[in-house]
């Protein structure tokens, strides 16, 4: 399992990669690989406020559903599109075209809370 | 609790599976893939360990009397080569366990769910009478599935037993694979499809998996898991004991009037299930598809105008259908076919509409 060194990470298991101001989230490889075949994923409206820790969307596997964790508080600029035809690309490629939303930060203090990829990794007994 | 492996445990690891605990076994609940374990199955060939299975042999002069005691279904219609799906209840009607039985000539065989194997024997000691022997072979035997289009052609290859000629639900004692085993053309699936019963050592299991895997390579088989067996079972509208079927549903109610034969002489519940059906149902399980990109799970609530009126017992995604798909008990006046309906998907009524089973027309 691959577990990007410049990403940030949750106790959720949703990673957050930082541009700037501006977040990009997704659910990590460990997290794709437990749930199974996604086949939808409900993604919030454009513009939505969503603080840390709160849910922001779900994502339907075939066994279940879980709910998906925002890592820090913000706006959203953008939902991933892709994702409404084409959700197994969350099992394919977790960190790259399986993003989910795209995230204006609203507060940067929250990020010292993420965790590393090693200390994710420790996390899930890597 | 420690939790059992089947024979075929190792094998799962090395093939890469998923390894769950369930209903007291460590079993694979999938290897690539759900979707493309149930396509597998739907359009070449799967193979499923089982062997959680429990299997108990009825034996003794009055086996027969007790089958037909403690089923609902006329064993005595059941010729010898032939197997039966059936059910048990409780006195109040309630569903012990659904299972398969078997008429091996000279004893029978029930199948039961794994996770029932205990209650199962115990509910059966209980109702013994007369000259009946009751042994659990749970542990002794392995149990695979060889399920899909393919699988006739990819066992054809392992044995002499004329395979075309067994009819669905019936069985042969033959020899596959160089194993002696039950070849029996049933299966929970929905498909063109055999299960194999034969000894539960790990060698003999690894000759069966290998030789089936080397006369399946043709046709692409596949190891498929619980979560595909799911899948499967849903899109055909079968029943899953613990979820669609419990102590607190009986046989009418569930769809099983096929099986219960009211007219076959005593068995235990008939009473509550004659009463019944004279009485006029008041629920039903039905199937329901849904109109949007949203998937029915067990517990959710069936509502109608902002009322609950059922709950889901089984939902999931289809992957042939590509929707989402599920069955519930609801009160006969919503049961028709073409009914809308409502199902509580976090706190939003996503549409629903009931539809005939199976899902698949097979």
Not at chain 1, 55 to 73: C, Q, R
Not at chain 2, 26 to 50: A, N, S
Not at chain 2, 326 to 348: D, E, F, H, Q
Request: proline share 3%; charged share 25%.
């Amino acid at each position: 399992m691959n577990f990007p060194a410049d990403l940030k990470y949750t106790k959720d298991h949703e990673w957050l990669k930082v541009d700037g101001d501006t977040g990009t989230i997704g659910i990590t490889d460990y997290a794709q690989g437990e749930l199974g075949d996604v086949v939808f994923v409900e993604l919030p409206a454009i513009g939505k406020a969503v603080k840390a820790h709160d849910s922001f969307g779900t994502i339907e596997a075939v066994k279940a559903v879980s709910d998906l964790y925002a890592p820090v508080s913000g706006s959203i600029l953008e939902v991933n599109k892709e994702l409404e035809k084409s959700p197994e690309t969350v099992n394919k490629d977790p960190y790259g075209a399986g993003w989910m939303v795209k995230i204006k930060l609203s507060n940067a203090s929250e990020l010292s809370e993420l965790l590393d990829a090693s200390a994710y990794k420790a996390l899930i007994g890597q | 609790m420690n939790l059992k492996r089947t024979a075929f445990y190792d094998i799962h690891v090395a093939c890469g599976a998923k390894i769950v605990p369930f209903a007291g076994f460590e079993m694979p609940v999938q290897y690539g893939g759900i979707i493309e374990e149930h396509k597998l199955v739907r359009e070449r060939v799967g193979v499923f360990d089982v062997s959680h299975m429990g299997e108990v042999e009825v034996r003794g002069k009055d086996a027969l009397a007790f089958v037909q005691k403690i089923t609902v279904n006329d064993a005595a219609k059941l010729a010898e080569g032939r197997v039966q799906y059936s059910a048990m209840c409780y006195e109040d009607g309630g569903i012990v366990d659904d299972l398969l039985v078997y008429n091996m000539g000279d004893h029978y065989m029930l199948v039961i769910n794994a996770a029932n194997i205990a209650k199962d024997v115990e509910w059966m000691e209980k109702n013994i009478f007369g000259d009946v022997n009751l042994k659990n072979r749970s542990d002794d035997i392995s149990l695979l599935a060889v399920q899909g289009p393919k699988s006739l052609a990819t066992l054809q290859k392992l044995t002499n037993a004329d395979l075309s000629s067994i009819q669905y639900y019936h069985f042969v004692r033959g020899t596959l694979a160089g194993v002696d085993m039950t070849i029996s053309r049933t299966g929970y699936t929905g498909e063109l499809g055999f299960e194999l019963y034969f000894p539960s050592d790990v060698a003999t299991g690894k000759k069966v998996w290998d030789a089936v895997f080397e006369a399946g390579k043709e046709f692409g088989i596949g190891p498929v898991g619980l979560g595909a067996r799911d899948t499967l079972r849903l899109e055909m509208g079968f029943c899953l004991y613990g979820n669609d079927i419990d102590q607190t549903t009986h046989p009418l109610e569930a769809g099983l009037g096929w099986i219960t034969k009211l007219d076959k002489g005593e068995f235990n519940g008939k009473q509550v299930l004659v009463d019944a059906k004279s009485a006029g149902m008041k629920r039903k399980l039905v199937g329901f598809t849904l109109a949007e990109k949203a998937f029915p799970r067990h517990g959710y609530e069936i509502t109608s105008n902002g009322e609950k009126v059922g709950v889901v017992t089984s939902g999931t995604f289809s992957p042939i259908l590509d929707k989402g798909i599920g069955m519930g008990y609801v009160p006969l006046s919503y049961s028709k076919p073409g009914t809308a309906v409502n199902v509580n998907i976090r706190n939003k009524e996503i549409a629903a509409t009931v539809v005939p089973l199976p899902f698949i027309k097979k």
